[in-house]
């Protein structure tokens, strides 16, 4: 007797499933796999027929056939999920949809009846999570956490709101520091005193803009250095800078202009290493403007930010937190975790920026950090040069 045919099989089987008959279409795919030659899709089929004749649990052991033989099988992980959702296991279901979600390649390299079934899968999982977090908001509701609190912020992390970003600095890390992106404005009382000096630093801001020259592209190639610009800001003069101090040297010359905002400064725990910081400047951003996501060079300081001339449509990212600037309210933050900022107005944006010790270092430590670099210079040419 000649054996059946696997493939005119599959064929009855799937006609079996477009008439609405899944009896025959489980037979004919029970009678494949007898043959020993399924593949997952034959297991997916088995399990659409049994469905059909509403055998749950064979149904399911059909769809743990096909991902045993291919567990990234995205039509298996979608039934599956529909299983568990119709049982009313809410955690599973939310588990296989969320799988899918993250293995699916982009729509157009999917067939399109499968681009269907991942958009649908996609629903039901922000359904399912948007539920996991009303519920858990519910319950918590009595904890008298506010949104902007590190546990209401871990809680955006727990929700998939926010995503997380550490420190990268590019050229030196300094271990056990806490990640933060916006410090409290509490923790620099000194501060007080600047932003009180807002107006009259402002006031020595518009008279060197009244020099067309006065301000300099932010990045400018080395001499000294191959060029590297991966962000396409080398010696663009859209980030434009204006030097009261740079790497470690006072500018004498603009230092003169503006007395008010160096007096201003005189409360600030300014980084002091030889030849490198600290970096006092006038940063400005022209209309239309971004500067790309980017790290900075040492966690061993802060950078701070007093705002000056501010246009609707400007707004600076540390991480996940994206904050406006505010016309004298200074702020500081790590500038070793990803940030970028923009100015989507017509007019130009203009801040003080500049960098401190980070207050977490000791006294000692600080002088280690110093006498290194000053070292790393001391040897041959010099090390990598970096600045705010």
């Given at each position: 007797m000649t054996a059946p045919d696997p493939r005119l099989l599959v064929q009855q089987a799937i006609e079996g499933l477009?008439?609405?008959?899944?009896?025959?279409?489980?037979?004919?795919?029970?009678?494949?796999?007898?043959?020993?030659?399924a593949d997952a899709s034959v297991w997916?089929?088995?399990?659409?027929?049994?469905?059909?004749?509403?055998d749950k649990p064979a149904s399911l052991v059909a769809i743990d056939q096909a991902l045993g033989l291919e567990p990234r099988n995205l039509r298996a992980r979608v039934m599956k999920a529909d299983h568990f959702a119709e049982a009313g296991d809410n955690r599973a279901a939310a588990a296989f949809y969320a799988a899918v979600v993250r293995a699916a390649p982009p729509p157009e390299q999917l067939s399109?009846?499968?681009?269907?079934?991942?958009?649908?899968?996609?629903?039901?999982?922000?359904?399912?999570?948007?539920?996991?977090?009303?519920?858990?908001?519910?319950?918590l509701a009595g904890q008298g956490a506010s949104a902007d609190s590190r546990f209401g912020q871990a809680l955006d992390l727990l929700f998939g709101r926010k995503q997380i970003y550490l420190q990268q600095p590019k050229v030196f890390y300094f271990p056990e520091l806490p990640q933060i992106q916006f410090y409290d404005r509490a923790l620099f009382p000194w501060m007080d005193a600047l932003e009180a000096a807002t107006d009259a630093i402002r006031?020595?801001?518009?008279?060197?803009?009244?020099?067309?020259?006065?301000?300099?592209?932010?990045?400018?190639?080395?001499?000294?250095?191959?060029?590297?610009?991966?962000?396409?800001?080398?010696?663009?003069?859209?980030?434009?800078?204006?030097?009261?101090?740079?790497?470690?040297?006072?500018?004498?010359?603009?230092?003169?202009?503006?007395?008010?905002?160096?007096?201003?400064?005189?409360?600030?725990?300014?980084g002091m290493i030889k030849g490198r910081t600290p970096s006092v400047l006038f940063s400005l951003l022209r209309p239309?403007?971004?500067?790309?996501?980017?790290?900075?060079?040492?966690?061993?300081?802060?950078?701070?930010h007093l705002p000056l001339i501010v246009p609707d449509g400007c707004a600076f990212r540390v991480g996940n937190d994206t904050r406006p600037w505010r016309?004298?309210?200074?702020?500081?933050?790590?500038?070793?975790?990803?940030?970028?900022?923009?100015?989507?107005?017509?007019q130009t944006r203009v801040i003080l920026l500049f960098d401190i010790w980070r207050p977490e270092l000791t006294g000692e430590e600080r002088a280690q950090v110093a006498a290194m670099f000053e070292a790393i210079d001391d040897y041959g040419a010099g090390g990598e040069a970096w600045s705010v």
């Open positions: 477009r008439r609405g008959d899944p009896a025959t279409a489980r037979d004919r795919f029970q009678q494949v796999i007898a043959t020993g030659v997916l089929g088995l399990a659409l027929a049994l469905r059909g004749l509403n399109p009846e499968l681009r269907g079934e991942v958009a649908r899968a996609r629903v039901m999982s922000q359904r399912y999570a948007d539920d996991y977090e009303a519920f858990l908001r519910e319950k006031d020595e801001l518009m008279a060197v803009m009244q020099d067309q020259g006065a301000f300099r592209p932010y990045l400018e190639s080395p001499s000294d250095r191959p060029a590297q610009d991966p962000h396409g800001m080398l010696d663009n003069p859209d980030w434009g800078a204006f030097y009261l101090w740079k790497d470690g040297q006072p500018v004498a010359d603009n230092i003169a202009r503006c007395p008010a905002t160096m007096a201003a400064l005189e409360g600030a725990p300014l239309g403007a971004a500067i790309p996501p980017h790290h900075g060079f040492v966690n061993t300081r802060l950078i701070c016309e004298g309210q200074a702020w500081a933050f790590d500038d070793t975790i990803e940030h970028e900022a923009w100015n989507r107005s017509d």
